[in-house]
């Protein structure tokens, strides 16, 4: 079976939440993306990984609804859907956690999940802000995390992986069909990093479907499912996790690059 008759034979799978086909964008004539197909099913981890510039973040723009594409359709539970802006997207059930955390360090953990989402009612012509409610709902999403953190903590007594649990946090209160987790073990320690691989492969048992995207090849082989590799704007191909290997990847991540790195001796893998 080739893999344009496994994309076919994947949109007919109950489980895909997420479908994307031949997406592209043009920014000034010039196209930046082409032609990228990917599905995402319910409990998939699947991995996003390329060269810096290969066109990872503007697709996961184009998801989420930052930029609309300039060609393709982007399907979620089986309807196609067109973003004009981020608000769409999060309507359509896609939620991205990004990279940079931005938190606010004198808010608590409660009040950082639900800025600008707050939830409210009127009583007699009079605003009330639902405190009760929020606090439920932010603890039972850092609850879904499976680690013990008061949602009264200011945000400045965390550290760097507990203020990325509440990023996560943030979106998994809105109950998103899709989670993308752009980079998202960046600024942790090899400790803190092992415990939200952890955390995400837990989430995938709830059935979550996860976009991941990572530099790292050792947590790409740790977590996926399945892995797309992008190059120059290109979908290169998408590889099932037990048929993926290091070296594989970066082959396909490189192309004749590869072949220079190798030459010079400057290429060094590491993972299982």
């Known amino acids: 079976m080739n893999e344009e008759t496994k994309e076919r034979v994947a949109v007919e799978d109950p489980r895909v939440v997420l479908e994307v086909e031949g997406i592209g964008k043009e920014f000034n004539g010039v196209w930046v993306l082409q032609d990228i197909a990917l599905q995402l099913a319910e409990g998939e981890i699947h991995t996003l990984v390329g060269e810096n510039g290969a066109g990872k973040s503007t697709f996961i723009k ?30 359509a059930g896609i939620r991205t956690v990004h990279q940079e955390i931005n938190l606010v360090p004198f808010f608590t953990v409660c009040q950082n999940i639900f800025i600008g989402a707050e939830e409210s009612t009127r009583v007699a012509g009079i605003g009330f802000v639902k405190d009760r409610e929020m606090k439920k709902k ?37 109950s998103p069909k899709v989670l993308i987790l752009d980079e998202p073990t960046t600024p942790l320690s090899e400790e803190e990093r092992k415990t939200l691989l952890q955390i995400i ?18 947590e790409v082989m740790e977590v996926s499912d399945r892995v797309t590799v992008f190059r120059d704007g290109h979908k290169i191909g998408t590889v099932e996790r037990k048929d993926a290997s290091p070296a594989g990847i970066v082959a396909m991540m490189l192309g004749q690059e590869l072949q220079r790195l190798q030459a010079g001796g400057l290429l060094f893998l590491r993972g299982r």
């Open 62 to 91: 184009l998801l989420s609804g930052v930029h609309k594409p300039s060609q393709g359709k982007i399907r979620v539970d089986g309807r196609d859907l067109t973003f004009s802006s981020v608000r769409e997207s999060e309507i």
């Open 138 to 174: 932010a603890e039972r999403a850092i609850g879904l995390l499976g680690v013990k953190l008061p949602v009264t903590t200011p945000a400045h007594e965390l550290d760097a992986s507990m203020e990325r649990i509440v990023q996560i946090a943030k979106v998994l209160v809105h």
């Open 201 to 218: 492969k837990g989430l995938k048992k709830t059935g979550m479907a996860i976009i991941f995207i990572t530099h790292n090849i050792e």
